[in-house]
């Protein structure tokens, strides 16, 4: 059983372009969680979805940040017209549903590098 | 609202020497408690978990946390430490039923020869 796979590994943007991130679950997890850890900081919870839902938001800037969780294909984080302080790693972690939750399973991470 | 507060941010300790990671979380409702490492550019790997029953809970690479509800903390202990166990340590809590995992700041164990 593949564990979350998160592409690509590195991303480098210029000021003003648009980064797509991917990330594919665990095999029969419906759950999709989305973190930023800033250089030096902790991992902040910015989105949490299930397939075609958003289910919590609160932690995704109100501007140029979007992510979907598609009924197929994997979930995407995008982040439009990228700027110096996007630069961060971006976590996905993904779990079973619920009733069968005993903890989130992180891939290994999307770095942004925004020049 | 739930939060985690993890009290020390860096942790410098002798090779061999015990050490204690502390953390302490906020809730108004039953969680699960967890410890992740994250060593430099990688993801996080799962330490260990408490979800119920006893509550010393023991892990990989030696580690081994105790719940504390009344003092509602969750400190993170090795009695022996080794030069591969420098990394970043996260404790984190999310409550039963709910999914969002919360994350406190981490603490950078830094262990010397």
Same mark, same amino acid.
């Given at each position: 059983?593949?564990?979350?796979?998160?592409?690509?590994?590195?991303?480098?943007?210029?000021?003003?372009?648009?980064?797509?991130?991917?990330?594919?679950?665990?095999?029969?997890?419906?759950?999709?969680?989305?973190?930023?850890?800033?250089?030096?900081?902790?991992?902040?919870?910015?989105?949490?979805?299930?397939?075609?839902? $958003?289910?919590?938001?609160?932690?995704?800037?109100?501007?140029?940040?979007?992510?979907?969780?598609?009924?197929?294909?994997?979930?995407?984080?995008?982040?439009?017209?990228?700027?110096?302080?996007?630069?961060?790693?971006?976590?996905?972690?993904?779990?079973?549903?619920?009733?069968?939750?005993?903890?989130?399973?992180?891939?290994?991470? +999307?770095?942004?590098?925004?020049? | 609202?739930?939060?985690?507060?993890?009290?020390?941010?860096?942790?410098?300790?002798?090779?061999?020497?015990?050490?204690?990671?502390?953390?302490?979380?906020?809730?108004?409702?039953?969680?699960?408690?967890?410890?992740?490492?994250q060593y430099?550019n990688q993801g996080?790997?799962?330490?260990?978990?408490?979800?119920?029953?006893? +509550?010393?809970?023991?892990? $990989?690479?030696?580690?081994?946390?105790?719940?504390?509800?009344?003092?509602?903390?969750?400190?993170?202990?090795?009695?022996?430490?080794? $030069?591969?166990? +420098?990394?970043?340590?996260?404790?984190?809590?999310?409550?039963?039923?709910?999914?969002?995992? $919360?994350?406190?700041?981490?603490?950078?164990?830094?262990?010397?020869?």
């Open positions: 059983n593949a564990g979350v796979m998160q592409n690509p590994r590195h991303l480098v943007r210029r000021r003003g372009q648009e980064a797509r991130l991917r990330c594919s679950p665990m095999k029969g997890h419906s759950h999709v969680y989305w973190y930023r850890q800033l250089p030096e900081e902790g991992l902040k919870f910015m989105v949490y979805l299930q397939k075609e839902n $958003i289910i919590d938001e609160s932690g995704m800037p109100k501007e140029r940040f979007s992510a979907e969780f598609p009924k197929e294909g994997p979930s995407i984080l995008r982040i439009q017209q990228v700027v110096r302080g996007d630069s961060a790693a971006y976590f996905c972690a993904s779990s079973p549903p619920q009733g069968l939750y005993t903890e989130a399973f992180f891939g290994q991470g +999307t770095r942004l590098t925004v020049v | 609202a739930q939060s985690v507060t993890q009290l020390d941010s860096q942790v410098p300790v002798f090779e061999e020497a015990p050490v204690e990671l502390r953390c302490n979380y906020s809730s108004s409702v039953s969680v699960y408690l967890f410890w992740y490492v430099p996080l790997q799962l330490l260990l978990k408490y979800l119920s029953g006893s +509550t010393l809970v023991k892990g $990989i690479n030696g580690f081994e946390a105790e719940f504390n509800k009344s003092q509602t903390s969750f400190h993170l202990r090795k009695p022996s430490v080794h $030069i591969s166990d +420098t990394a970043e340590y996260f404790c984190a809590v999310s409550s039963k039923g709910g999914f969002k995992t $919360i994350f406190g700041a981490g603490t950078r164990l830094f262990v010397k020869a």
